[in-house]
């Protein structure tokens, strides 16, 4: 891992003004998305300008992408409020010192994973799991935030308990507030769709009506904080943000409440996976447009950075973006000095334009969340998963459900622990295929797919998977049933090009197997073994004590064990 870096070495001035024209831009973007995602958080709004700041700087320290816009995300939000919420009052001062403790936390277990290199672990969680999950995530936050839209006050975790509880509260709703919310929406939805193109027929030149489409929500703040003011909305019941705290954070530890880190640790380590696979999956997609290159323990180093400077600085869990790297990178972003820079904007925003956002209504927040996270949700991958895998369609199915009726935590577990358990079952059954020689040919193929020729002494099986715990007592019975059923049999050739890995339960099953062939007067032989399964073989004394020989093609062993059947299908 690199310490130091290395984008600093030759940067240049064309690159900073890159960098600061992006960073411009971020912040503009990042300004209302973080008091947003606060909220959602159930947070003081300030919390998210702390996580704003020195989060990116100790990203941009230790990061290995150039472009990776960290700070507060909604599913992350989404994950603190579900882990805090049953735990104290929102808002209220332990709530937010527990969400800088689960910030340190997520921060040591980060580091430590990239101080033993476990990027790796985190390919446990699948695309189907990742993707029906930011799916739920998004509906649940959505459902979520229209009690803000409506003016009324409800709970829940679960989408049978926000519906209810929404509907319960229609008689109570809020007309001006819903109006707000309303326009809102209505406005945040045309910039996003109709701005750029309306900026471009009026002669904008491409770039900057993308800029200034993209700052759209700062348009809907700036004109609510307006319209509040000047007709006293505020008095009228319209909730707003309220007095923000104007200065820079205080650095100060969490309280270290070792009962309750205990309590916290397994949500900040299931944050800390989910945040870092959403981090690597929009790090590696925009670095490939460039062709650099994405370390994953060097992002668990600087994800762990972001998240340890978050907890000392009010702030709470943060990750990569995709919404903001994505404008980060089109920007023009060249470097993580941009980042920098970003925090800088931030950074001057709180000391000096905090007092400006006292009657931003909190509609208009939430009006952002929704805007921001319907962009997540994609039902019709459930529908292209479902057709090309049931068994990852059904990972991702139930992660989806799992996430709306059960709570953010439950959900992710059961597609993580559905995802293994069909994958232990779909490799405990592999698919092992009697194979022939194609005639005119040296390759063997599936007998029940091609016209082969087949040797009445000699079958060929080929096996497609790795033989490990799960599948090796099939493989004895699989073999079992082939040799009962062709008593004129003398050699099985086990051909393993499909075998990347043989584990101890697995070469015992192959003893069995040698030794049971042996009293049936059958010789077991091997074929087309890779170098790193020999290797473990030799290991061993398997090599020395099963009989056979080990050929380097099928088409050797067919050679040695039945030439005139291997030189007839040859001819024809």
Known sequence: MNWRPSWLHGYNRWQAGQDGLAALIVSLMLIPQSLAYAMLAGLPPVSGLYASILPL????????SRTLAVGPVAVVSLMTAATLGPLFAPGSAEYVGAAMLLALLSGLFLVAMAMLRLGFVANFLSHP?????????????????????FGVAIGGETLWQLLPALFGQLPALHGTTLAIGAGSLLLLWWVRSYLKPCLLRCGVAPALAGDLAK?????AIVVSILLVTWLQLD??????????????????????DLQLALQLLPAAV?????????????????????RQRIEPDQELLGLGAANLVAAVSGGFPVTGGFARSVVNFEAGAQTPMAGVMTAAGIAVSVLLFTPLLHNLPQAVLAATIIVAVLGLVDLGSLKRTWHFSRADGAAQGATLGGVLLLGVENGILLGVGLSLLLFLWRTSRPHVAVVGQLPGSEHFRNVERHSVVQSPSVLSLRVDESLYFPNARY???????LIAARPLVRHLVLMCSGVNLIDASALDSLEAIAERLRSAGVQLHLSEVKGPVMDQLKRSDFIECFGGQVFVSQYQAQQALDPESAQRALAR
């Not at 990203?59 to 290995?64: I, M, N, R």
């Not at 493989?475 to 049933?481: K, N, S, W």
Request: glycine share 14%.
């Open 57 to 64: 700087l100790g990203y941009a320290l230790f990061g290995s």
């Open 129 to 149: 799991v990742i993707s029906g999950f930011i799916s739920a995530s998004g509906i649940l936050i959505a459902v979520g935030q229209l009690k803000h839209i």
């Open 215 to 219: 700052a759209g929500p700062v348009l």
């Open 235 to 256: 008095q009228a019941g319209v909730k707003v943000v309220g007095a923000v705290p104007q200065g820079l954070p205080g650095l100060r530890l969490p309280v270290l």
């Open 270 to 290: 299931l944050i800390s996976l989910v945040g870092f696979v959403e981090s690597v999956s929009v790090a590696q997609t925009l670095a490939a447009k460039r």
């Open 475 to 481: 493989l004895e019975e699989r073999i079992g049933e």
